[in-house]
């Protein structure tokens, strides 16, 4: 969901330089400033991870490929999509997309222990890191997805979203078929590691949830306060936060010693915490404000009435 949104944002930041008229290379170089961005958030992510582990954890956890790096280098790759038009970028990246899925058996192949074992965990797929292939294709897929976004007016949307629900539902079941047919065009596979048909199924789930959060949206929760949309505000801050807090060492004294029952009640109570913490970081502004103005109210209190 992560990269299939960063695709979608990208989409949306290329078409709006586009319009803006700015010229092919400096959309490239925006594009690229973004990567940047995501590296440098990579970077910190990791070195906060470090310094709250240490001393009892590696130096080369600094360089861990996490979900983080792959987006920086999803992005950089596809930064020169932005020279496209929109129409054109829709189609392109739906192709790009397909090869990296369908290159990811090919890149498992050849005998990669020669590689630098972090250049290998950028590139090659594997159950521990976030590598290019095939992970960077739902970049490409968002980067479609989020073209034709930018293409449709404003009463095709509701129908846009049908097409996408349907072809989720096609996705889902033309991969499940395709996966269990009992010969391939690969020598060699893993369903859970290279397969393109897994990548097939995930972007249909993909655009079912993204159909049905638009239609939860528009015809549901309307302007209405939603715990869904304000996670979507602060999606970065609750990921870093829970991911201290579940694999560090703050709850160590839990880890593997809950029931079942326990566990759910514990699950339940940490949503309930991170929506707390998006609230924070989204009416903090307000928040402050109100104190401003209560500070004032109190140490300059107003003249009675007859005063």
Same mark, same amino acid.
């Given at each position: 969901?992560?990269?299939?949104?960063?695709?979608?944002?990208?989409?949306?930041?290329?078409?709006?330089?586009?319009?803006?008229?700015? %010229?092919?290379?400096?959309?490239?170089? $925006?594009?690229?400033?973004? %990567?940047? #961005?995501?590296?440098?958030?990579?970077?910190?992510?990791?070195?906060?991870?470090?310094?709250?582990?240490?001393? #009892?954890?590696?130096?080369?956890?600094?360089?861990?490929?996490?979900?983080?790096?792959?987006?920086?280098? %999803?992005?950089?790759?596809?930064?020169?999509?932005?020279?496209?038009?929109? /129409?054109?970028?829709?189609?392109?990246?739906? $192709?790009?997309?397909?090869?990296? /899925?369908?290159?990811?058996?090919?890149?498992?192949?050849?005998?990669?222990?020669?590689?630098?074992?972090? *250049?290998?965990?950028?590139?090659?797929?594997?159950?521990?890191?976030?590598?290019?292939?095939? =992970?960077?294709?739902?970049?490409?897929?968002?980067?479609? /997805?989020?073209?034709?976004? &930018?293409? %449709?007016?404003?009463?095709?949307?509701?129908?846009?979203?049908?097409?996408?629900?349907?072809?989720?539902?096609?996705?889902?079941?033309?991969?499940?078929?395709?996966? +269990?047919?009992?010969?391939?065009?690969?020598?060699?596979?893993?369903?859970? @590691?290279?397969?393109?048909?897994?990548?097939? *199924?995930?972007?249909?789930?993909?655009?079912?949830?993204?159909?049905?959060?638009?239609? !939860?949206?528009?015809? $549901?929760?309307?302007?209405?306060?939603?715990?869904?949309?304000?996670?979507? @505000?602060?999606?970065?801050?609750?990921?870093? $936060?829970?991911?201290?807090?579940?694999?560090? &060492?703050?709850?160590?004294? !839990?880890?593997? +010693? @809950?029931?079942?029952?326990?566990?759910?009640?514990?699950? /339940?109570?940490?949503?309930?915490?991170?929506?707390?913490?998006?609230?924070?970081?989204?009416?903090?502004? +307000? =928040?402050?404000?109100?104190?401003?103005?209560? +500070?004032?109210?109190?140490?300059?209190?107003?003249?009675?009435?007859?005063?």
């Amino acid at each position: 969901m992560f990269l299939f949104l960063v695709g979608v944002t990208l989409a949306f930041l290329m078409d709006s330089r586009e319009r803006k008229g700015l %010229a092919p290379g400096a959309r490239v170089l $925006v594009s690229l400033k973004r %990567a940047g #961005y995501l590296f440098g958030i990579a970077l910190l992510f990791r070195l906060q991870l470090w310094l709250f582990g240490w001393p #009892y954890s590696p130096w080369t956890d600094l360089l861990k490929v996490d979900i983080l790096n792959a987006m920086g280098l %999803a992005v950089a790759v596809m930064s020169p999509m932005a020279v496209f038009r929109t /129409a054109e970028r829709a189609r392109l990246c739906a $192709v790009l997309g397909l090869v990296i /899925a369908g290159a990811a058996r090919l890149v498992s192949r050849p005998d990669l222990s020669g590689v630098h074992p972090m *250049i290998r965990a950028y590139i090659a797929p594997d159950f521990f890191y976030f590598g290019f292939f095939p =992970w960077a294709s739902f970049v490409a897929f968002g980067m479609s /997805a989020g073209s034709i976004l &930018r293409l %449709a007016r404003p009463d095709q949307v509701e129908r846009l979203m049908e097409w996408a629900a349907l072809l989720g539902f096609t996705l889902i079941l033309a991969g499940q078929y395709f996966a +269990n047919i009992p010969y391939s065009v690969y020598p060699s596979s893993d369903f859970w @590691l290279n397969s393109p048909w897994l990548i097939i *199924i995930k972007l249909g789930v993909l655009l079912l949830i993204l159909a049905f959060s638009f239609l !939860w949206t528009q015809h $549901v929760v309307r302007e209405r306060w939603s715990w869904v949309r304000q996670f979507g @505000l602060t999606s970065l801050l609750v990921y870093w $936060v829970h991911i201290e807090l579940m694999y560090g &060492r703050w709850l160590w004294f !839990w880890k593997e +010693n @809950l029931t079942i029952a326990q566990t759910a009640a514990v699950a /339940a109570g940490f949503i309930l915490l991170m929506l707390a913490l998006s609230v924070i970081r989204t009416q903090w502004k +307000n =928040w402050r404000l109100l104190g401003f103005w209560l +500070n004032w109210h109190l140490l300059h209190p107003r003249r009675a009435f007859g005063d």
